[in-house]
């Protein structure tokens, strides 16, 4: 089976963005792919965040992921940090990868504009540290949203370098994009992201689903209700492909054109539909305790460390390091 690997950070509650973009697949690629999923703890270093609050924060992630169906039995499941060797890759590829390249990528220029001055070192490599997690599997798919298509067109060119410089030896990776690569924020203006509260979380009770939705952007050419409604540019109808079935899909976005259904009842239905699906993941972690989803990460880790460790000596050798 060809191999897979994917990443989260630990920096706040998953959302619905994460989970239509990501998420959702990663746990449906199961079983087809050898699947390698890493809860990215050193990526969520690079901004300003509270050290007593990181290892809890992972902890939660873990815990929601294995609600969301992410099966240690199927997958590596593991922390970033309990493998050394990404750090060790992410040092020999950011001696191969350009400062014009790394200026270049988009997600860096958002967050260090954000920084006012203050980005660090650790921000701008950001990329060469994702590029190493992949590479260190050697993965040949990463299912992402669409945000992370520029990081991972990176991720290519390091890899290309690196073999022609020391002979073939990584796959290069292609990104697997999901039916719903990018949602909308419930304020119509930007990506859906933890920083930017503008999410519904993957947790949220019925109760609260419903009352988010009632305050989402819509359709912005859409005033009245009696104007006809543009689905293709509505964030509501998007949310829709990931949680209703294909037939009201199809029948929403007809009614939605000739006006045959409101905002109103449209979002109705999603409240309803996303709280049936979400209603099983919710229950599944509350069951979950702390010291087995720490269990399970330490087998992770264990399995993680044993593909890691054999990349990097064949890695050491390619590159010319004396080994002893
Ligand atoms: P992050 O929370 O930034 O670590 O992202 C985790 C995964 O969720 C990545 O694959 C992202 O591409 C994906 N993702 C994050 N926000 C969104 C969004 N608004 N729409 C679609 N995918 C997203
Ligand atoms: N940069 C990704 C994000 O913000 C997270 C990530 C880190 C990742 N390493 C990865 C994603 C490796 C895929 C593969 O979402």
Redesign the pocket.
Known sequence: MPRLL????P?GEL?I??Y????KNWVLLQGSYETFYCI?DLHAMTTPYEPKEMSQRTLELAKALLACGIDPQQSVFFVQSHVKEHTELAWVLMCLATMGELSRMTQFKEKSSEQKGHATAGLFTYPVLQAADILLYKAELV??????VQHLEFTRDVCRRFNSRFGQFFPEPKPLLSK??????LDGQT????SRNNHIPLLAAPEEISSLLKGAYTDPARLRRHDPGHPEICNIFTIHKGFSTQELVSSIESDCRTAGIGCTDCKKILAENMAKSLEPIRERYLRLNDSEVLEVLCAGATKAQSVAKETMKQVREKIGLLLV
Do not use: C, F, Y
């Open positions: 994917s990443g989260i950070q920096t959302h963005g994460n239509l973009g990501a998420i990215v299912p992402v949203g669409e945000d992370q719903t690569p990018r949602i909308m924020g990506k859906m992201s933890k």
